[in-house]
């Protein structure tokens, strides 16, 4: 009799914990990692806009656009030049390529390589400029510059009564 109960014991045991372990996947509160969810948050309408007028207040791009020491658009790259091409459909513009790289030859590629890739999305090439320089956006003040090279990283903790955040 003992080992019949032992027996149900452990079916019983295991049906549970195969019910349990069976479920669905779960419903992804953020995108796939390929598409969009159709679980999307409401303020995302806000959020795009946002990320759209910041784009286009800065009309940059930078090294971290392209697969490293190559003149290949990456998908990050891809992303932001299709946004791009949407923003500038009807007013054009100039985007600036920001690059810490010395070497002519890559920067002229990869320029060239955005100004084909913006084409390529039906962009008309003659109200878009496309060159080497830096971004419009606001620029930090060589004071704040030199301040933040000699203090280093600050530490959540120091940075609180500076910041006007939390303290006092």
């Given at each position: ?118 084409a390529s999305t039906g962009l008309d090439m003659t109200m878009v400029t496309v060159k080497e320089g830096l971004p419009r956006g ?19 903790h120091d940075s609180d009564s500076e910041s006007g955040f939390g303290g006092e």
């Amino acid at each position: 009799m003992k080992a019949y109960r032992r027996w149900v014991r452990c079916l019983t045991i295991g049906f549970v914990f195969t019910c349990l372990g069976c479920q669905g996947p779960t419903e992804r509160l953020n995108a796939p990692p390929q598409g969009y969810s159709n679980n999307s948050n409401e303020m995302q309408k806000y959020y795009t806009v946002m990320v759209d007028n910041a784009m286009l207040h800065d009309m940059c791009i930078a090294d971290i656009h392209f697969v490293p020491h190559t003149a290949e658009i990456n998908g990050l790259g891809t992303w932001r030049l299709q946004s791009y091409s949407r923003l500038l459909h009807d007013h054009g513009g100039t985007i600036h390529f920001e690059t810490v790289s010395n070497e002519e030859e890559l920067t002229d590629l990869r320029l060239r390589n955005v100004s084909d890739f913006l084409a390529s999305t039906g962009l008309d090439m003659t109200m878009v400029t496309v060159k080497e320089g830096l971004p419009r956006g606001r620029a930090t003040e060589a004071d704040e510059a030199i301040r933040i090279k000699q203090e280093g990283t600050v530490t959540d903790h120091d940075s609180d009564s500076e910041s006007g955040f939390g303290g006092e």
